[in-house]
């Protein structure tokens, strides 16, 4: 069976998920968190900063000696010239300086800012204009004088200080920002920039502003850097929050800003990079590989997503991958979901155990072995409808295997068979295992007072790159094997698989038959000149217990592997035979096409059947199209020939299958005179494809119209095709566009309902 998870539900399901985590990301929706993790990543990776910037604070041991804050501007001139003193690279003075005190003081002040030799700056301190547009700045004049200023502005985000201006438009012009001052790199103008907080703002130098006057600080610590003079005593009011450091004066966010630059202007690559991918990762989970490993592709891409996006941060690049693990997250809850529903609605109410169609989707372990078990028991019966009796035997069976099984992971068939998984195990190991199963059978089960003697056999497929479908059967095959030869397991080989398939495939396609799991579907063929379903191709559907459901030429190419060709197709012809005798009594003239191989028309199986159909009245041979769907590989083939006008002959029509896969396939035309084209879907499409493309596509049509050769697109799902294809005189088309495979009664009731409409 295909994978029925709903691709097409579960892809409109992720675009609408996309939009709405795009949406969210696009809006900040996911900014706090981002930078919570942020913050958290910092204190994690802690690093010292470079030590080429010192602060010189108005600390609680100064302020105690010297006197209340604010000193007089004498004392702050004075402390001014000390620092000069020490011959540093700078001097950033960030202090506010709002009124006037006296005539005397501020000329002090004024004096001492002219005097000093190191390069100085004042902070400007900023404040909101009422429109928000424009800031306001502040700073006495007696202070400030002819010395250039900077500004002081803190933006706020949550109630932390995540980022710091480089310059800021104000009524007096834009002016730097200490930070892009100090760091004296070339930043974007008007511009925040994303704080470094793996600086440990602990390890910022600082001297104590009385230690300075006293002229005990180490001036080997002083001179030749960068001096920043703020208030670090935090009774003061000039203290803000710092994520993952708590409370800090505000200098010391002028320091990390600077050490910040120093690094280079950092970066942002946001977060429509890793959304981008999260789209990939979507995509993924939309091909059969992606929906059975969903958990891994989740897990895997959300971890390279932090991985990366953890790298980036210590690169000092920014970005946010939140929107795109929401995207991935919420894709892999709802896809595991969707698969564990599937899984739910695949347990056997009988039972209550899980059906091994669940495989399809379920999680593989990595390099896991499949185990299949067949029961033997005295009374052995064979078919797929699960009578009383089976059914204790199997809930016993299974209860007695859980024990050293995990019951979640056992899985069971119509036929009396279970499959699990379990990790790949040396030999000795595995069979050790096994053992220890078949010894928990040497008791025999007591259902409703009568003893049954069970034994188990276990089939073992280890060959990690088949695809599921494969192992499931090889490991079931396998264990009937070990149960024929009474060994407790065999382990799968591809002989052991094909010797199982030559002897089983017929007798269960026998009882598949006989107990309804094979079906036909019909695929109407609509004429393109005035739109009515003349004709319909017929497919059997078979709903194996392991397999899952076969069909086309899965199903054919397990008949011809296994040397039940004739027998499968024979069934197909029984059933166009039938049925085409069944619509032509309705509407007269309606024609059945099937699928068939080469080998079998060219076999004794078709002869036979040919030869019961000239005694049959029910129905008119002409009516019946074989589609040869191998006829490109046997194209030289005198056999093949004979065999198509032996066919012909019989009053039966013959086509060509997959028609304009080479550009060769015009000669088949000439060389085999069908009576039918039926034109892949790439040839189609060939006609709005290049010039060149286009002018064999038309002449092939051309040239099947002129020999009497009817055309027949199959696989039409593109409207513009099917147009071209009207206007260049194709016959008929059969796909999506003109109706999904039914069921006979489902078919007839749907022509009866577009004829009524027609004549109504």
């Given at each position: 069976?295909?994978?029925?998870?709903?691709?097409?539900?579960?892809?409109?399901?992720?675009?609408?998920?996309?939009?709405?985590?795009?949406?969210?990301?696009?809006?900040?929706?996911?900014?706090?968190?981002?930078?919570?993790?942020?913050?958290?990543?910092?204190?994690?990776?802690?690093?010292?900063?470079?030590?080429?910037?010192?602060?010189?604070?108005?600390?609680?041991?100064?302020?105690?000696?010297?006197?209340?804050?604010?000193?007089?501007?004498?004392?702050?001139?004075?402390?001014?010239?000390?620092?000069d003193g020490y011959k540093p690279k700078a001097i950033y003075i960030d202090i506010g300086y709002q009124g006037k005190t006296t005539a005397q003081a501020d000329q002090s002040l004024r004096n001492s800012m002219e005097g000093l030799q190191s390069p100085t700056k004042i902070i400007a301190l900023a404040t909101d204009a009422d429109d928000g547009s424009v800031r306001s700045i502040y700073s006495h004049e007696a202070a400030v004088g002819k010395t250039p200023s900077v500004s002081a502005y803190f933006p706020y985000l949550f109630g932390y200080v995540w980022e710091l201006p480089t310059t800021i438009e104000t009524d007096r012009g834009r002016i730097k920002s200490l930070a892009t001052s100090a760091a004296a790199s070339a930043v974007p103008s008007n511009r925040n920039f994303r704080i470094d907080y793996t600086f440990n703002p602990q390890t910022i130098p600082q001297f104590a502003a009385k230690d300075i006057l006293s002229g005990t600080a180490p001036a080997e610590k002083i001179r030749g850097?960068?001096?920043?003079?703020?208030?670090?005593?935090?009774?003061?009011?000039?203290?803000?929050?710092?994520?993952?450091?708590?409370?800090?004066?505000?200098?010391?966010?002028?320091?990390?800003?600077?050490?910040?630059?120093?690094?280079?202007?950092?970066?942002?690559?946001?977060?429509?990079?890793?959304?981008?991918?999260?789209?990939?990762?979507?995509?993924?989970?939309?091909?059969?590989?992606?929906?059975?490993?969903?958990?891994?592709?989740?897990?895997?891409?959300?971890?390279?997503?932090?991985?990366?996006?953890?790298?980036?941060?210590?690169?000092?690049?920014?970005?946010?991958?939140?929107?795109?693990?929401?995207?991935?997250?919420?894709?892999?809850?709802?896809?595991?979901?969707?698969?564990?529903?599937?899984?739910?609605?695949?347990?056997?109410?009988?039972?209550?155990?899980?059906?091994?169609?669940?495989?399809?989707?379920?999680?593989?372990?990595?390099?896991?072995?499949?185990?299949?078990?067949?029961?033997?028991?005295?009374?052995?019966?064979?078919?797929?409808?699960?009578?009383?009796?089976?059914?204790?035997?199997?809930?016993?069976?299974?209860?007695?295997?859980?024990?050293?099984?995990?019951?979640?992971?056992?899985?069971?068939?119509?036929?009396?068979?279970?499959?699990?998984?379990?990790?790949?195990?040396?030999?000795?190991?595995?069979?050790?295992?096994?053992?220890?199963?078949?010894?928990?059978?040497?008791?025999?089960?007591?259902?409703?007072?009568?003893?049954?003697?069970?034994?188990?056999?276990?089939?073992?497929?280890?060959?990690?790159?088949?695809?599921?479908?494969?192992?499931?059967?090889?490991?079931?095959?396998?264990?009937?094997?070990?149960?024929?030869?009474?060994?407790?397991?065999?382990?799968?080989?591809?002989?052991?698989?094909?010797?199982?398939?030559?002897?089983?495939?017929?007798?269960?396609?026998?009882?598949?038959?006989?107990?309804?799991?094979?079906?036909?579907?019909?695929?109407?063929?609509?004429?393109?000149?005035?739109?009515?379903?003349?004709?319909?191709?017929?497919?059997?559907?078979?709903?194996?217990?392991?397999?899952?459901?076969?069909?086309?030429?899965?199903?054919?190419?397990?008949?011809?592997?296994?040397?039940?060709?004739?027998?499968?197709?024979?069934?197909?012809?029984?059933?166009?035979?039938?049925?085409?005798?069944?619509?032509?009594?309705?509407?007269?003239?309606?024609?059945?096409?099937?699928?068939?191989?080469?080998?079998?028309?060219?076999?004794?199986?078709?002869?036979?059947?040919?030869?019961?159909?000239?005694?049959?009245?029910?129905?008119?041979?002409?009516?019946?199209?074989?589609?040869?769907?191998?006829?490109?590989?046997?194209?030289?083939?005198?056999?093949?020939?004979?065999?198509?006008?032996?066919?012909?002959?019989?009053?039966?029509?013959?086509?060509?299958?997959?028609?304009?896969?080479?550009?060769?396939?015009?000669?088949?035309?000439?060389?085999?005179?069908?009576?039918?084209?039926?034109?892949?879907?790439?040839?189609?499409?060939?006609?709005?494809?290049?010039?060149?493309?286009?002018?064999?596509?038309?002449?092939?049509?051309?040239?099947?119209?002129?020999?009497?050769?009817?055309?027949?697109?199959?696989?039409?799902?593109?409207?513009?095709?099917?147009?071209?294809?009207?206007?260049?005189?194709?016959?008929?088309?059969?796909?999506?566009?003109?109706?999904?495979?039914?069921?006979?009664?489902?078919?007839?009731?749907?022509?009866?309902?577009?004829?009524?409409?027609?004549?109504?």
């Amino acid at each position: 069976m295909a994978l029925n998870l709903n691709r097409s539900k579960i892809g409109r399901t992720m675009l609408f998920m996309a939009i709405i985590c795009g949406g969210l990301g696009a809006v900040g929706f996911f900014k706090p968190v981002t930078l919570s993790l942020n913050s958290l990543q910092s204190k994690i990776r802690t690093k010292a900063v470079s030590g080429e910037i010192v602060v010189v604070g108005i600390d609680s041991p100064s302020i105690r000696d010297i006197g209340r804050w604010p000193w007089p501007r004498d004392v702050q001139g004075e402390l001014f010239r000390k620092i000069d003193g020490y011959k540093p690279k700078a001097i950033y003075i960030d202090i506010g300086y709002q009124g006037k005190t006296t005539a005397q003081a501020d000329q002090s002040l004024r004096n001492s800012m002219e005097g000093l030799q190191s390069p100085t700056k004042i902070i400007a301190l900023a404040t909101d204009a009422d429109d928000g547009s424009v800031r306001s700045i502040y700073s006495h004049e007696a202070a400030v004088g002819k010395t250039p200023s900077v500004s002081a502005y803190f933006p706020y985000l949550f109630g932390y200080v995540w980022e710091l201006p480089t310059t800021i438009e104000t009524d007096r012009g834009r002016i730097k920002s200490l930070a892009t001052s100090a760091a004296a790199s070339a930043v974007p103008s008007n511009r925040n920039f994303r704080i470094d907080y793996t600086f440990n703002p602990q390890t910022i130098p600082q001297f104590a502003a009385k230690d300075i006057l006293s002229g005990t600080a180490p001036a080997e610590k002083i001179r030749g850097r960068i001096v920043v003079i703020g208030v670090t005593d935090i009774t003061q009011n000039d203290v803000h929050s710092m994520p993952g450091w708590g409370e800090n004066p505000g200098v010391l966010f002028h320091v990390l800003g600077i050490e910040t630059l120093k690094q280079g202007y950092p970066s942002n690559w946001g977060w429509i990079p890793f959304f981008l991918f999260a789209l990939l990762v979507g995509v993924i989970h939309l091909t059969r590989a992606g929906l059975q490993r969903s958990k891994l592709v989740t897990w895997t891409s959300t971890s390279l997503i932090i991985a990366v996006s953890s790298g980036l941060t210590q690169a000092h690049i920014g970005n946010d991958p939140l929107p795109a693990i929401a995207l991935i997250a919420s894709i892999g809850i709802y896809v595991s979901r969707q698969k564990a529903a599937l899984i739910r609605a695949q347990r056997n109410e009988q039972t209550g155990f899980a059906d091994m169609t669940g495989y399809r989707v379920k999680e593989i372990i990595s390099n896991a072995l499949f185990v299949g078990a067949t029961i033997k028991r005295s009374e052995t019966r064979h078919g797929y409808a699960l009578q009383a009796d089976d059914i204790r035997i199997m809930k016993e069976v299974a209860r007695r295997l859980s024990t050293l099984i995990d019951e979640r992971q056992l899985t069971h068939n119509t036929n009396q068979q279970f499959l699990w998984e379990m990790p790949l195990i040396d030999t000795a190991k595995l069979s050790e295992h096994l053992e220890g199963l078949r010894r928990m059978f040497s008791a025999p089960l007591v259902i409703d007072g009568r003893t049954i003697d069970v034994d188990i056999f276990f089939g073992i497929d280890r060959d990690v790159n088949a695809n599921i479908e494969r192992r499931m059967e090889s490991a079931l095959s396998t264990s009937i094997l070990a149960r024929d030869s009474e060994s407790t397991f065999k382990i799968a080989t591809s002989a052991s698989f094909e010797e199982h398939l030559a002897r089983q495939f017929g007798p269960e396609f026998d009882n598949a038959i006989a107990n309804g799991d094979v079906h036909v579907v019909f695929a109407g063929q609509q004429q393109l000149n005035n739109g009515r379903i003349t004709a319909a191709e017929i497919e059997l559907i078979w709903n194996h217990p392991a397999y899952g459901e076969l069909s086309g030429s899965k199903l054919f190419g397990l008949a011809t592997e296994s040397g039940n060709l004739d027998k499968v197709s024979l069934y197909l012809c029984e059933q166009a035979s039938h049925y085409v005798g069944e619509i032509n009594t309705i509407w007269p003239g309606f024609s059945i096409s099937m699928k068939m191989s080469v080998e079998f028309i060219s076999g004794e199986g078709l002869k036979s059947w040919i030869a019961s159909c000239m005694k049959a009245t029910h129905f008119k041979t002409n009516n019946i199209i074989f589609n040869l769907i191998n006829v490109h590989a046997h194209r030289n083939d005198p056999v093949l020939q004979w065999s198509i006008r032996n066919v012909q002959n019989h009053g039966f029509k013959v086509g060509i299958g997959n028609f304009g896969i080479t550009n060769s396939d015009i000669d088949l035309i000439k060389m085999f005179n069908p009576d039918e084209l039926f034109l892949s879907k790439s040839f189609s499409a060939e006609l709005l494809g290049s010039t060149s493309n286009q002018m064999y596509a038309s002449a092939a049509l051309r040239i099947a119209s002129a020999t009497n050769t009817k055309t027949i697109a199959q696989g039409m799902d593109d409207r513009p095709v099917l147009a071209e294809l009207k206007e260049q005189g194709c016959d008929r088309a059969q796909g999506k566009i003109v109706a999904s495979p039914l069921t006979y009664d489902d078919f007839i009731a749907y022509l009866t309902d577009k004829r009524d409409k027609k004549t109504g």
